[in-house]
């Protein structure tokens, strides 16, 4: 059964940084995309940055130059290192991988930017 577990959440000030991490297990297959999408309250998930097993990267524009995906393919999991937080960076932040053409999801992780 795959399974996904993040963690690095956590409160921090705005322009802090945090590094968040997604472990894949479970998998017999190679991993394709990786990605994390966040939360907000009352808002749609939303896809944060997102990152192919070839290691070629997107994000979204709120986050381009603050935020950096990567992935280790041997070890199954991925990071995504975020920096120059601000308030409104504060939601849910979930992993997402497609491993052999299946969405799975983590059960997410808290990040609460915040003087």
């Known amino acids: 059964q795959v399974q996904l577990v993040e963690s690095g959440g956590g409160l921090v000030q705005p322009g802090g940084s945090l590094n968040l991490s997604c472990a894949v297990s479970?998998?017999?297959?190679?991993?394709?995309?990786m990605g994390w999408y966040r939360q907000a309250p009352g808002e749609q998930r939303e896809l944060v940055a997102r990152?192919?097993?070839?290691?070629?990267?997107d994000y979204a524009e709120s986050v381009k130059g603050r935020f950096t995906i990567s992935r280790d393919n041997a070890k199954n999991t991925a990071w995504m290192q975020m920096n120059s937080l601000k308030p409104e960076d504060t939601a849910v932040y979930y992993c997402?991988?497609?491993?052999?053409?299946?969405?799975?999801w983590g059960r997410g992780t808290q990040v609460t930017v915040s003087s």
């Open positions: 990152i192919s097993r070839a290691g070629s990267a």
């Open positions: 997402n991988a497609i491993v052999d053409f299946v969405n799975y």
């Open positions: 479970g998998s017999n297959f190679g991993i394709n995309a």
